[in-house]
């Protein structure tokens, strides 16, 4: 779905949900924000058994309030910074030359950490780069249909949002061969 088809249905859901919810946006925001909850699952949850709220718009509501505290904690920068300090302060060569590399693929390319990964997107997420471990950056690629090597293994349980998962250690190993896949990947998003 194009992003602005995706950005007017939160819209009109963002506009409906003081009819079916009986709470503006705002008002849930200030509702969640008294309580402390640390994963979106747990947000729905709540919403749905304790307000009556529907899945889909319990959802909507735990997406704004997570991203709504992302932005509180300082800014896209300070997830990055955070992700990449202490013992994974290392890998951080690795994500900046990944960074380095999508970028350039187009003016469209949207770079939107979260609070473990950092998503690149296009018209839809392509790629996420995500500190796994202090040794170790773990690249997901959404690639479907290509078939897995021993290098680009399929995600297993990694992470859901991508179909592959490429493990790279060191700096070098943002090499041509995972260039052409994100490559691939950004092309098809």
Request: no cysteine.
């Amino acid at each position: 779905m194009p992003k602005s088809s995706l950005d007017a249905a939160a819209q009109t859901m963002i506009d409906n949900l003081p009819e079916k919810t009986g709470n503006s946006l705002e008002q849930w925001l200030k509702i969640l924000a008294k309580q402390k909850f640390e994963k979106h699952g747990e947000i729905v949850k709540w919403l749905k058994s304790e307000h009556a709220v529907t899945h889909g718009f319990a959802n909507l509501i735990a997406h704004m309030h997570r991203d709504a505290v992302a932005d509180d904690s300082g800014g896209p920068d300070d997830l990055v910074e955070v992700q990449y300090q202490g013992p994974k302060e290392g890998l951080r060569p690795i994500y900046d030359e990944i960074i380095k590399v999508v970028s350039r693929f187009g003016n469209d390319v949207e770079i939107a950490p979260k609070r473990a990964y950092v998503s690149l997107r296009r018209n839809k997420q392509f790629a996420l780069v995500q500190p796994s471990t202090k040794t170790r950056v773990d690249v997901g690629i959404n690639l479907q249909g290509q078939p897995p090597t021993a290098r680009l293994e399929k995600s297993g349980s990694f992470n859901a949002m991508v179909s592959h998962r490429v493990r790279v250690t060191k700096k070098g190993e943002v090499d041509p061969e995972l260039k052409r896949w994100l490559k691939k990947a950004y092309e098809s998003a």
